[in-house]
């Protein structure tokens, strides 16, 4: 089985940077997804992380260590849209994706 | 393009009642899934499919069957509801990307919301 935790809770200032933690421990492993989700609205794809290292896409970065089951999710230039849950998903050998329970950012102006 | 829908919305039962969820993909997508979202908890698989006519269990399938008789749709029902199955109900699809590296992005429906009373 899949074990993903990520904090709850986080609160930053807009214009600066926060970063989303999560750790895992699985049985397979075959890549790691960040998804964010507003409230009330569906979960949409944000970064994906196969290989260690950092993946960037404008302000959002990903990275994520294999050998630690380490990830982290850094939203720079935090703009009050950011709001949101961020979910961190680990996907298995057979395409399943285990999701943690999301990290809850609020952006405070 | 509509992408994955999701039909219904909102839903009130009473214990003990039956109903169908529906999913439909206009993506051609090989891969369904269906979760459910409680607080604090996050999503939860329940089943999922990897083509037409298959279907396999996912971490919490009990009280739920599914079905997928066309590769467009996939049906979750509840044979007979619990107040214990209230819950948003998040269906998705995705392609198939048989290289290690592919990222295989599940796109999901707008949601349904189910009540047990």
């Known amino acids: 089985g899949q074990n993903i935790d990520q904090p709850t809770e986080m609160t930053a200032t807009e214009g600066a940077i926060v970063q989303i933690n999560c750790t895992y421990q699985t049985s397979g492993f075959n890549g790691l997804f960040w998804y964010q989700q507003h409230a009330g609205e569906a979960p949409t794809f944000l970064s994906y992380?196969?290989?260690?290292g950092l993946e960037e896409k404008g302000r959002f970065s990903s990275f994520l260590s294999r050998s630690k089951g380490y990830s982290y999710l850094l939203l720079k230039e935090l703009q009050m849209k950011d709001s949101a849950s961020y979910l961190c998903a680990v996907r298995d050998g057979d395409y399943k994706l285990s999701f943690g329970a999301g990290t809850t950012v609020t952006v405070r102006a | 393009n509509a992408g994955v829908t999701q039909t219904p919305k909102f839903r009130v039962l009473k214990t003990g009642q039956s109903m169908t969820l529906l999913c439909a993909q206009d993506?051609?997508?090989?891969?369904m899934y269906w979760y459910r979202q409680d607080p604090g908890m996050g999503l939860r698989l329940i089943h999922y499919?990897?083509?037409?006519?298959?279907?396999a269990k996912g971490e919490v399938p009990d009280g739920y069957n599914v079905s997928r008789l066309k590769k467009q749709n996939f049906l979750l029902g509840l044979e007979s509801a619990a107040p214990s199955q209230t819950s948003v109900y998040f269906c998705a699809s995705s392609y198939i990307d048989s290289s290690s590296s592919g990222a295989n992005v599940l796109t999901f429906g707008a949601g349904s919301r189910l009540t047990v009373l």
């Open positions: 992380n196969v290989l260690d």
């Open positions: 499919s990897v083509g037409e006519g298959t279907t």
């Open positions: 993506m051609n997508h090989e891969y």
